[in-house]
T-cell receptor, first 110, second 116 residues
Framework: RKEVEQDPGPFNVPEGATVAFNCTYS??????FFWYRQDCRKEPKLLMS???SGNEDGRFTAQLNRASQYISLLIRDSKLSDSATYLC???????????FGTGTKLQVIP | DAGVIQSPRHEVTEMGQEVTLRCKPI?????LFWYRQTMMRGLELLIY????????DSGMPEDRFSAKMPNASFSTLKIQPSEPRDSAVYFC??????????????FGPGTRLLVL
């Protein structure tokens, strides 16, 4: 089983829709979680960190479910500019490395 | 403030040639990462430096790959000899404290490598 797994998509949604992605991780010692966004032919950029209590930034909400070992990203009122690939990132306690998921592609359609 | 700088941005070479990729991290950052991204395998960590010292090179695919960080402001990733399967986008990233702190990483624009 992969350390970090994501549905590759693509998720094709109309403007204004709400869309959610999940990312599962296999190691229960995972400690830190992040969502990165990567536009086509660009570098990944941090979208938001994922805290145990969940966090929200405008239209974006990230949540962590330790019992089921997954993190989620919810995007409300989708914009065309949200079209990108969303990468989840997991850091395992005691291991000096982070693991990126392969990403979920989102396409917001006019 | 300048972000992570990588050069060259594009490289086309022939199989068997040596390729050197360069990275300048953000000033003041203590950790530097080299990644490779392909459609098939996604983003893979190749090697991670902390305070110029290689900490984890378990992702380096084979002896053809080597990385150095002679000082806090410069790192190289070398492939010798290059092979077509090395074709990918190579990203360099830096962070202030590094992986144990689970810190944000700042990525450079990447080097697109094509080995013919």
């Amino acid at each position: 089983r992969k350390e970090v797994e994501q549905d590759p998509g693509p998720f094709n949604v109309p403007e204004g829709a709400t869309v959610a992605f999940n990312c599962t991780y296999s190691n229960s010692a995972s400690q830190s979680f992040f969502w990165y966004r990567q536009d086509c032919r660009k570098e990944p950029k941090l979208l938001m960190s994922v805290y145990s209590s969940g966090n929200e930034d405008g239209r974006f909400t990230a949540q962590l479910n330790r019992a089921s070992q997954y993190i989620s990203l919810l995007i409300r009122d989708s914009k065309l500019s949200d079209s990108a690939t969303y990468l989840c990132v997991v850091n395992i306690r005691g291991y000096q490395k982070v693991t990126f998921g392969t990403g979920t592609k989102l396409q917001v359609i006019p | 403030d300048a972000g992570v700088i990588q050069s060259p941005r594009h490289e086309v070479t022939e199989m068997g040639q040596e390729v050197t990729l360069r990275c300048k991290p953000i000033s003041g950052h203590n950790s530097l990462f080299w990644y490779r991204q392909t459609m098939m395998r996604g983003l893979e960590l190749l090697i991670y430096f902390n305070n110029n010292v290689p900490i984890d090179d378990s992702g380096m695919p084979e002896d053809r790959f080597s990385a150095k960080m002679p000082n806090a402001s410069f790192s190289t990733l070398k492939i010798q000899p290059s092979e077509p399967r090395d074709s990918a986008v190579y990203f360099c990233a830096s962070s202030f404290w590094g992986v144990p702190a689970g810190e944000t990483q700042y990525f450079g624009p990447g080097t697109r490598l094509l080995v013919l």
